[in-house]
């Protein structure tokens, strides 16, 4: 069996570190990282590891984030991973930064990169890993996603991204009813 784990962001420079690239920060941080091969292949960087004789497939689509679907769909499809296989980690306005959940199926919050990952495979069953970064006490959600952290945000990032990456590799070794027991709106910083 194959899983696909799928973390949702923006490509360029002037995206790296912000809060909506924080799924791709959370890849970065599991503990084979560094043995990852990035590739770049279906509109996305993708690195393929096997643990405990199970293909994992990890995607970082490169197309924007409202566009992430034209990433996704085509990987899955050719690899033939069932929807109810993937697993998408991404920011969650609705979580306070610091605060993780696993999501299986349902709503999609309004978030543009689920939306359109739901549109190109037909369906909203796949997993989630909703990763919080809190809402903005004042101005847009649009400039909050798209800026850095700051103050205790800051200070406690590392952490942050640890824990959300032992999240993931609860899930690839134990199975996703097992991680989201462990993490349910789980605070972890």
Not at 110 to 121: E, P, R, V, Y
Not at 175 to 185: D, E, I, L, P
């Amino acid at each position: 069996m194959t899983k696909l784990i799928v973390g949702l962001g923006n490509p360029g420079a002037e995206y790296r570190n912000t809060r909506h690239n924080i799924a791709w920060e959370t890849f970065d941080n599991l503990s084979f990282a560094q043995n990852l091969r990035w590739q770049s292949k279906y509109k996305g960087e993708m690195a393929t590891t096997e643990i405990e004789g199970e293909k994992v497939i990890f995607l970082k689509p490169q197309t924007f984030m409202n566009l992430s679907g034209e990433s996704v769909a085509p990987l899955a499809n050719f690899f033939k991973i069932p929807v109810e296989d993937i697993l998408v980690v991404h920011d969650e306005l609705d979580l306070n930064f610091g605060t993780i959940a696993y999501k299986d199926g349902g709503g999609l919050a309004g978030h543009n990169g689920l939306k359109s990952i739901a549109q190109c495979l037909g369906k909203q069953n796949f997993k989630r890993l909703r990763v919080g970064i809190g809402r903005p006490v004042h101005g847009s959600v649009s400039n909050w996603v798209l800026s850095g952290y700051h103050g205790e945000d800051a200070d406690f990032l590392e952490s942050y991204l640890k824990g959300a990456a032992k999240a993931v590799e609860a899930y690839i070794e134990k199975g996703f009813q097992s991680a989201a027991r462990t993490y349910s709106k789980k605070k972890i910083i």
